[in-house]
C-alpha cells in the first residue's frame, strides 16, 4: 500500500496502469478530456467495463460523454440521489489487481494542480483479503445505477454544460489562481455592506460625491442622445474619455487621460474602433467576458503601432457603464489592488476582467438590490465606478 501526494505521481501511475491490465473499472464523480489519462482511455477503450462518470455541476467535459455514447461499458450519472462523488480506479488481469481509492477525480485539476492524496493498492498486499470484492461491489453498484448515454442526451449536456462553464471558469480564474498572497476573503472591500460602502464613497476627501454624479449623468445622457460614440460632439467624447475640454470642468475625475498622446489623437480625430469597441458594451443589458473581449478586440485596432492600455480602455468602459467597470489607473492601482487581494503591477486587458471585475462583482456592496433613496440609488448606479472615491492617492 502507497500514499499519492503530487498530481505528476498520480498522473504516471494510473497511465501506466491502463497500459499495463486487461480489465479496467473506474468510478469517477468527473472527467476531463484534455488529459494524458483520458488519452490513454481511449488508446485501450477495449479493457474498460463497468465504468462509472458523474455529471454533477456539469464539471465533466462533454467530450467524455461524445466518446462513450451508447457505450455498454462506460456509462453516467446524470440524474443523481445526492452528488455522485467516488473516486475509485480498479484494474486487473489473469495476475493480478491494483486500485487507487482517494480524493482525486480523473480531471485535468486533479491530475496538474490540486492538492489531493490517493491510497495505491494490490494484491501483493495480504492484509485486507476481502478488499478487492468489497471495491468491486461498490463498482458494480455504482454502474447499476448509472445509465448509457445518447447522442441526444450528450448534446443537451453539452448545451447546458456551456452555460454554466462561465460560471466555473470564473470562479477557477478569480479563485482557483494564486495572484497574491491575499486570499480574496479576506480583501476588506469584498466583504463590505451596502451601507459601509457608500458612507466611504460620500467621505472621499479630494472630490464631491454630487459632482461626480453629475459627471456620470452628464455622459450617461450623452450615450442615450447619440447612438454611437462617433457621433457624439467632441467635447461630449473628451468628457467621456477624461482629455481636457470646455463641457465639464471635472472632465479628470475617475481617471484622467491627459498624458495619454496617442489616445488622446484618437479621440481628437474620431478614431472608428473607438465607436465600433464601446458598441459592444450596450447601457442596460448584462455584458459578459464575451462582450469585454469584442471591446478590446476592436479598441486595440485603434492603437496600430501600440500605446493602448486598460488605463485607457477602462476609463472608457467605466464611463458607458459605471455600474460595471472602474477606470485603473497610476492614483487608484495600487492601493485598489492590494485590497481586492491581486498583483498590483502588470495589469493586462485579460486580469483586469479576470481578477479585478470579477471579484468587483462578488462583491457584498455590489450584488446589494437598488436602494430607494435618490442619491443612494444614484450611488448604486455608479458604483463600481466609484471605488475611485475610496482608493483614489493624492499625488503632489
Known amino acids: 500500500m502507497n500514499i499519492i501526494t503530487t498530481n505528476k505521481k498520480f498522473e504516471s501511475l494510473l497511465v501506466k ?18 488529459t494524458n489519462v483520458f488519452k490513454a482511455l481511449l488508446e485501450n477503450r477495449e479493457k474498460l467495463s463497468t465504468t462509472t462518470i458523474g455529471t454533477h455541476f456539469y464539471q465533466t467535459d462533454p467530450n467524455v ?21 467516488p473516486k475509485v480506479y480498479f484494474f486487473s488481469n489473469t495476475e493480478g489487481w491494483e486500485a487507487i481509492i482517494g480524493s482525486a477525480n480523473m480531471t485535468a485539476g486533479a491530475l496538474k494542480n490540486n492538492h489531493e492524496m ?30 448509457a448515454i445518447t447522442k441526444e442526451e450528450a448534446n443537451a449536456y453539452r448545451c447546458i454544460w456551456a452555460k454554466n462553464k462561465i460560471k466555473l471558469d470564473r470562479l477557477s480564474d478569480v479563485y482557483g489562481k494564486k495572484t497574491s498572497n491575499k486570499p480574496a476573503i479576506q480583501s476588506t472591500i469584498i466583504r463590505m455592506p451596502w451601507d459601509e460602502f457608500s458612507s466611504l464613497v460620500k467621505k472621499d476627501p479630494y472630490h464631491g460625491i454630487s459632482e461626480r454624479l453629475d459627471l456620470l449623468n452628464i455622459i450617461h445622457q450623452g450615450f442615450l442622445s447619440y447612438d454611437k460614440y462617433k457621433d457624439m460632439p467632441l467635447a461630449l467624447r473628451k468628457t467621456v474619455a477624461g482629455l481636457p475640454n470646455d463641457l465639464h470642468e471635472h472632465w479628470g475625475w475617475f481617471g484622467s487621460m491627459k498624458g495619454a498622446g496617442v489616445f488622446h489623437s484618437n479621440i481628437n480625430n474620431n478614431n472608428p474602433y473607438i465607436s465600433d469597441a464601446l458598441q459592444h458594451i450596450d447601457l442596460n443589458k448584462n455584458i459578459t467576458k464575451g462582450d469585454y473581449i469584442q471591446f478590446i478586440n476592436c479598441f486595440v485596432k485603434a492603437f496600430p503601432d501600440g500605446r493602448d492600455g486598460i488605463g485607457t480602455a477602462s476609463r472608457l468602459l467605466a464611463m ?13 492601482n495600487k ?21 479585478l471585475i470579477c471579484r468587483i462583482h462578488d462583491s457584498v456592496w455590489w450584488q446589494t438590490n437598488q436602494p430607494k433613496e435618490k442619491r443612494e440609488k444614484e450611488m448604486w448606479k455608479g458604483r463600481a465606478a466609484l471605488l475611485d472615491c475610496i482608493f483614489y492617492e493624492h499625488k503632489a
Open 320 to 332: 458607458k457603464r459605471p455600474d460595471l467597470f472602474v477606470c485603473i489607473d497610476d492614483k487608484n
Open 65 to 85: 460523454l461524445d466518446a462513450f455514447i451508447e457505450s455498454e461499458s462506460v456509462k453516467f450519472i446524470t440524474q443523481p440521489n445526492g452528488v455522485f462523488h
Open 118 to 147: 490517493s491510497v495505491h493498492f494490490s494484491s501483493f498486499d495480504q492484509s485486507q483479503p476481502n478488499l478487492k470484492v468489497d471495491i468491486l461491489k461498490s463498482i458494480t453498484t455504482y454502474f447499476d445505477s448509472a445509465s
Open 17 to 34: 496502469l491502463i497500459n499495463k491490465y486487461d480489465d479496467i473499472c473506474i468510478s469517477v464523480a468527473w472527467a476531463s478530456a484534455n
Open 335 to 355: 492601493s485598489m489592488c492590494k485590497d481586492f487581494g491581486i498583483k498590483i503591477s502588470g495589469m493586462t486587458y485579460e486580469r483586469y476582467w479576470d481578477e
